[in-house]
C-alpha cells in the first residue's frame, strides 16, 4: 500500500498534537482499543455531522490508526492526487459501480496492512438504510468490520465490536443495527438505520 501522512511519525506529530488539544477543549472522549487484526473494515456511524470527520481523524491520531479511505477519481483527474494519496485516499471510479467492490477487495489482498474507513449511510441526509457496499468489500476480502461509534450526549467516540461477516447479510445487519441502537449522532434526527423501518 502507498504510504501516507499516518505512516510519517514527523509530519503526523503536528497533528496529534492539534487533535488532542480540541479533545481536551471541546470535552470529546476516546475509548475502546484496537483489535489486532491488520485488516479491517472501520465502519464510522452514526454520520450526521461534518464533525464525524474530525472525530475520526481525532481517533485516528490518538490511537495510531493508520486510514485509508476511498476517493473519487475525479480528485485525481483534477490534480489533486498527491493530496489524496498523502491524506490515505484510494481513488475509485463511481462511475462504475459495479466495480467498485472486486476493486477494493483486490487492494485488501495486496496490502499487509489497512484499515479502510467507511460510513455506509453514503450522506449525512436521512436515507432509508444503510448502503452494502462495505459488507460485500468486507466478505470478499475476507476482513472484518470493526463498529466504531459517536455518541453526542457523552461526547464519545468508540471504538467497538468487530464483525465478521457471515454468510447471511441481513443477519449480519441486525447485529450492526443493534449495536448501534444506542448511539446517537450529533445531529440525531437525521440518522439513517442500518436497517429499513420495515426490516
Keep these: 500500500m502507498r504510504t501516507t501522512l499516518f505512516h510519517r511519525p514527523l509530519q503526523a506529530m503536528p497533528f496529534k498534537i492539534l487533535f488532542r488539544l480540541g479533545l481536551l477543549a471541546t470535552g ?9 487484526e491488520k485488516k479491517m473494515i ?9 464533525w464525524d470527520f474530525v472525530l475520526m481523524l481525532a481517533t485516528a491520531f490518538k490511537k495510531d490508526m493508520k486510514l485509508y479511505w476511498m476517493v473519487k477519481d475525479n480528485v485525481y483527474k483534477a490534480g489533486w492526487g498527491w493530496l489524496a494519496d498523502w491524506a490515505g485516499g484510494i481513488p475509485i ?6 466495480g467498485l467492490v ?6 485488501f489482498r495486496q496490502a499487509e496492512e489497512m484499515m479502510l474507513v467507511n460510513t455506509p449511510e453514503a450522506t449525512r441526509a436521512k436515507r432509508d438504510r444503510w448502503k ?3 459488507w460485500h468489500i468486507a466478505k470478499g ?3 472484518p468490520l470493526l463498529l466504531c461509534f459517536v455518541h453526542a450526549p457523552t461526547k464519545t467516540v468508540g471504538i467497538g465490536e468487530l464483525l465478521w461477516p457471515s454468510d447471511d447479510l441481513e443477519a449480519d445487519f441486525r447485529k450492526i443495527a443493534a449495536f ?3 448511539k446517537k449522532g450529533i445531529n440525531p434526527e437525521l440518522y439513517t438505520p442500518p436497517l429499513g423501518e420495515e426490516d
Design 141 to 143: 476480502a475476507q476482513v
Design 28 to 36: 470529546w472522549r476516546i475509548e475502546g482499543e484496537l483489535p489486532p
Design 180 to 182: 448501534y441502537a444506542d
Design 132 to 134: 452494502t457496499g462495505f
Design 42 to 50: 472501520l465502519i464510522g456511524a452514526p454520520h450526521t455531522s461534518n
Design 93 to 98: 471510479d463511481r462511475e462504475h459501480p459495479q
Design 102 to 107: 472486486g476493486q477494493m477487495v483486490q487492494e
